[in-house]
């Protein structure tokens, strides 16, 4: 059997456009978060400000799926996608000014972070028509690109911020988003509304979302994709457990990188041996199977290897874990109605955000209370029951085909 390749989606135009400028969004993003890390801790000395700062940039993305995401259903795509970037240039440009007291920039920081949301679900919502046959190929393409575009951009963003200073890094960011709209607009086609004539009479937000949820609940094979999904929050502990563990095992600041690189980069070789090796017809079949080889490697951390043996554990344990994700997904988008795409995706990425979350502050906790290579062996062991018990189900239930609502109007 021929193995899939990137060639189709590479001459996709409409794809290099979007593909593009989530890179270069990607890598301003990270710029931005190690500027903003930095401008607070000028501002306060304290690490616990900069450390909240930086979890700012992460977590209002749950926020922005629940409130947001729904507008990906009820405009045009690539409408939402260009006012979401223009905008949060505009919220970015602001934070550079310089003597910006600092809980205003911690609130634009959490509106850029939220306007994430309408765009990311718009672009997940598009890619099927744009790819057509071709999307699974688009995703692993996408993994790769942002797995480089987040080890790339920490170090890239460290240089920025020495050279440029934290608010020129900040313009970089401000540059990303300018040129990603001009991509989104003039490189992909306009497409009507996903509900072809009608306006929404007076939808809230929240009936919008509970009515997505609802109908993700009724589908058997979607509920266990996000569930699936959300099991990721155990295989992210060993990144963001990396500077209490090299302090465990006598290692030094370098080596705090290369531990939270690790995982990234075992998932740009987990992603293209997914799809280079993986027959398409097998790949949904065996998703469960490679969730639950996810946390296998990161048992052994309870010994608390050295940093070289640390490295090839969360390496491999990240191949897995960005591969499993990467099948979910387009299953996952595969089953839902082109209608209601945007929503169900923001819910389903707010659920497994939330998860990461709560797996992070409690792998914390049992780190400060036993030690940093217990709490990543045994968010490698609940991860592991999880998967295997989901899936179990998965096997029984993804060949299960339940109608989705069509959810308000």
């Known amino acids: 059997m021929r193995q899939s390749t990137f060639a189709p989606v590479l001459r996709n135009g409409e794809f290099r456009a979007l593909w593009t400028a989530e890179f270069g969004s990607l890598v301003g993003d990270q710029l931005a978060r190690v500027a903003v890390a930095v401008l607070v801790f000028q ?4 690490a616990t400000a900069a450390t909240a700062t930086y979890a700012l ?5 749950v926020l922005g799926g629940v409130l947001l995401s729904w507008t990906a259903d009820r405009y045009p795509r690539r409408t939402v996608m260009v006012v979401a970037d223009l905008v949060r240039a505009l919220l970015v440009a602001v934070m550079a000014v310089p003597g910006l007291p600092v809980p205003l920039i911690a609130t634009l920081l959490v509106l850029v972070v939220v306007l994430r949301a309408p765009h990311t679900a718009a672009q997940g919502a598009v890619l099927p028509q744009v790819l057509g046959e071709s ?3 688009g995703l692993v393409l996408r993994q790769i690109s942002s797995q480089i575009a987040q080890v790339g951009g920490f170090a890239v963003g460290g240089l920025a911020v020495a050279l440029l200073q934290p608010a020129g890094a900040l313009l970089i960011d401000v540059a990303t988003f300018v040129v990603s709209a001009v991509l989104v607009r003039f490189g992909t086609a306009a497409r009507a509304r996903p509900d072809g004539h009608r306006r929404p009479a007076a939808v809230r937000a929240v009936t919008y979302v509970l009515a997505g949820a609802r109908a993700i609940a009724a589908d058997p094979a979607r509920r266990t994709l996000v569930l699936m999904a959300t099991i990721c929050g155990s295989y992210v502990v060993p990144e963001a457990i990396a500077v209490p563990y090299a302090a465990q095992v006598g290692a030094g600041p370098t ?12 998932g740009v ?6 799809v280079r090796f993986v027959p398409l017809a097998a790949r949904e079949r065996q998703v469960g199977v490679v969730a639950v080889l996810a946390a296998v490697p990161m048992l052994p951390v309870l010994a608390a290897p050295p940093v070289p043996l640390a490295l090839g554990c969360w390496a ?3 191949a897995f874990a960005t591969a499993y994700l990467l099948q979910g997904q387009a299953s996952f988008v595969r089953r839902t109605p082109d209608a209601e795409r945007g929503q169900a995706l923001g819910v389903a990425s707010s659920a497994m955000i939330a998860s990461q979350g709560i797996a992070i502050v409690l792998a914390g906790i049992l780190a400060d209370a036993a030690t940093p290579a217990v709490a990543v062996a045994v968010a490698g062991a609940l991860g592991f029951v999880a998967a295997a018990v989901v899936a179990v189900v998965w096997h029984r239930t993804r060949d ?7 959810g308000p109007s």
């Not at 501002?43 to 304290?46: P, V």
């Not at 070789?269 to 997914?274: L, N, P, S």
């Not at 299960?400 to 069509?406: E, G, H, I, K, Q």
């Open 43 to 46: 501002r306060t000395s304290s």
């Open 57 to 61: 940039s992460i977590v209002p993305s």
């Open 135 to 137: 999307y699974e190929q």
């Open 255 to 266: 080596e705090v990188g290369l531990l939270m690189a690790a995982g990234p980069l075992g």
């Open 269 to 274: 070789v987990g992603a293209w041996a997914f």
């Open 316 to 318: 491999v344990s990240g």
């Open 400 to 406: 299960d085909v339940v109608p989705a609502a069509s």
